[in-house]
């Protein structure tokens, strides 16, 4: 694919995948299934594999996932509840034993196998033995704190279980939060009764009943805690994942059934093959098999992505597939002017949920599939909600109508559309009212400028109503405008104008992020804040100048300068700025530390701790661990039973430490063990 397109592609499926995200990790209701975001999530890892250049470091690929709600405490994790990269390939699952087996250098293999548990996960953090808190995944480094509602399950203890037993310090659990079959059926059964309306999946019903804001509520909903990982611990430590098992049982916590162990590939395909036949009797929800590597220092040496661990993949099942009719094609407008297809289905159940429509992506995909309004088609879900149109079942005896095509003006602005490779875009950024409803609430949000209470609804009714037109007219909102819209009073209006008001001084990083730059995540609105360090100079840079700044190449530099050149986006901007105090901009904060740059591996076994601690303590003093042994290696560290990475070592000249040396340079550096 020529790098043009490349570059637009791998943009929209960045878009589509960072909505999903939000929808499926923040609001608990997701549009697709997650079959087909591992699609879309494939095919932007293919892309960026095939066009390294342009990755960047808000990709996806490069990160968690997705941001928490509002309405719940922020509270940052003990570790990073980092998501398995997953395959339905036995193909793939061959390939990351072999990966594995080269890794570890030769050493014995060990797999714990355990089913995948399709529910919310969960941090459980304890104290000396109790319960501290209780954190929802969220973005994977922070997420909503949820601990009165969690103190309602009765399987997470809580304090931890004694009977003898040593109790740590310090205990970040990871545990799955779900909902029986059989209890979610009694659930809706009871909510018909009352005249409510019923969950539409056993994972929807557990996400509402965890982020409630009253744990009454929780209480009542028959909620089960599962742990299955430690994250963190301090005041001991294991050497395998099933000795870490085996303690969480000990402590008093309910672990996932048929945990095995496998040294062989056949024997994880054996156990795959089990679970999927039994899939449908089982009374809880399942999507696949977890695959991790045992041995801790394994583990350690493999290391992790910003997305995921390397030592661990989730072998999934096949999804569930259904016949339905497309009712009509209708066509849907985002924020960034992408006009998107989408598939308006007759009803159907799959998999135990009820789906009316899904994305058919963009007008190449429509054409790719010929997916026409009035066909049958074959629709699939794995183990979520919305599903991915697969092919059009053939009817040989029905006249079909016409290919649908996409409209030639905007649905919403009836502005020209343009075309750019397979898109359909309306260029009227900040004309179009589905383009600015979208601009709006990202301007507002979490990363842009936190404004709080002013979300998608809210913003919708703002610019129906005509009260916003673009962005600077929210700064001219008073009480009086907002008391006439459904759901405000006098109270609630007040708190958003004053909302609003806090506003006009923010950070130049969260301003750049709030105006919907292509592709400006998070990462990038700060690398320009602190590169040009105000607008004005950030506005005037040429495309060469913009490219100075680290992860800008030049596709990157040809859209921000596009955007920022566009006259109706200028004036847009002007005018916001016009309305605001101050644009401020942090100096730059290194992390620092002792051994801060210096590269390290470790090798063997340690006797005063594992290598995951050594590595952590290494890392808080600014030092990089690396599992190969390089010519950029700077220090090993050889414990007892050192194999080929010390002979490497050796043969290099790199330095190399024993346990003694090393837990001396520990003590030089100040590192408290």
Known sequence: MPPEAAREEIEELRREIRRHDFLYHAEGRPEISDGAYDLLFDRLKALEAAHPELITPDSPTQRVGAEPRDDLPTVRHTAPMLSLDSTQSPEEVTRFDARVRKAVEGDQVEYVLEPKLDGVSIELVYLEGRLDRAVTRGNGWEGEGVTENVRTIPSVPLRLFED????????????EVLMTLSAFEGLNQSLLEEGAEPYANPRNATSGAIRQLDSAITARRPLECLAYDILEIQGASFRRDTERIDALKGW???????????RMVEEIFAYHAAFHRERDELDYEIDGVVVKLNDLDQRTDLGSTSRHPRWALAYKFEPRKEVTRIERIAVQVGRTGVLTPVALLRPVEVGGVTVSRA??????????KDVRE?????????????????????????????PFRMPERCPNCDAPVAVSGPYTLCPNRFGCPAQLKGRVVHFASRNGL?????????AGLLVERGLVAEPADLFELSVEDLLPLPGFAVRSAENLVAAIEQRRSTELRRFLFGLGI??????????????????DALMAASREDLQVVPGIGPKMAERIEEFLGDSQTAGAIDRLVGRMFELSVPEAEGKGGALEGQRFVFTGTLESMSRSRAKRLVESVGARVTSAVSGETDLVVAGE?????????????????????????LAQAEVEL
Not at 252 to 262: K, N, Q, S
Not at 375 to 397: L, N, S
């Open 641 to 665: 039973g050192a194999g080929a990475k010390l002979r490497k070592a050796q043969e290099l000249g790199v330095d190399v430490l024993d346990e003694e040396g090393f837990l001396a340079l």
């Open 164 to 175: 003898g037993a040593w109790i740590p310090e310090l205990l970040a659990v990871r545990g």
């Open 450 to 458: 936190d404004i709080e209470g002013l979300g998608s609804e809210t």
């Open 359 to 368: 994305t058919l992506h963009n007008r190449e995909e429509l054409e790719r």
């Open 252 to 262: 008093g916590f309910r672990i996932p059934e048929r945990i095995e162990v496998a």
């Open 374 to 402: 009035g066909d049958r088609v074959r629709v699939q879900r794995a183990g979520d909600v919305i599903p991915q149109v697969v092919e059009v079942v053939p009817e040989p005896d029905r006249d079909r109508p016409l």
């Open 518 to 535: 292509p592709e400006v995540g998070v990462a990038v609105a700060r690398d320009l804040a602190l590169h040009f360090r105000t607008l």
